[in-house]
């Protein structure tokens, strides 16, 4: 069976903006900020928002439990604090329940003092 979303739900669909920084004095934590948007890029508020991460290198071996979003300070925004168990590539999973059940998945590098995107293999 075949299943697949018509042109109007995929137009429907939020947009997920990650964007993460090191936290100082702690190797491996990191503040990381959503910015959560419908499909005119209005701030999505009250949204119910999870993340977690895995590392896709290393399958089940290394993965974060997921944490709970806090909003933060401008409408649409949320923060979550990621305390991984080494450096590397992390796939970070954000995990919507409200307004709407959907799952983000952003791959990144996290190195000590900076984060960036992951580069594809």
Known sequence: MLLI?????????????????????DEF??????KLSDAQGKPVQ??????GADMPS??????VAPVQAKPGTNP??????LELEMH?????????????????VRRLRFEP???EPATRR
């Open 88 to 104: 590397g590539e992390w796939a970070v999973k954000m995990r919507l329940s409200k307004p709407r059940s959907d799952q983000f």
């Open 113 to 115: 003092g900076k984060v």
């Open 58 to 63: 290393m399958p089940m071996a290394h993965n």
């Open 46 to 51: 009250g949204a119910e928002i999870t993340v």
């Open 76 to 81: 649409g925004t949320y923060d979550a604090r």
């Open 5 to 25: 979303a018509s042109p109007a739900v995929a137009a429907e669909r939020l947009r997920a903006d990650l964007a993460c920084r090191p936290v100082a004095g």
């Open 29 to 34: 934590a990191y503040d990381c900020a959503i």
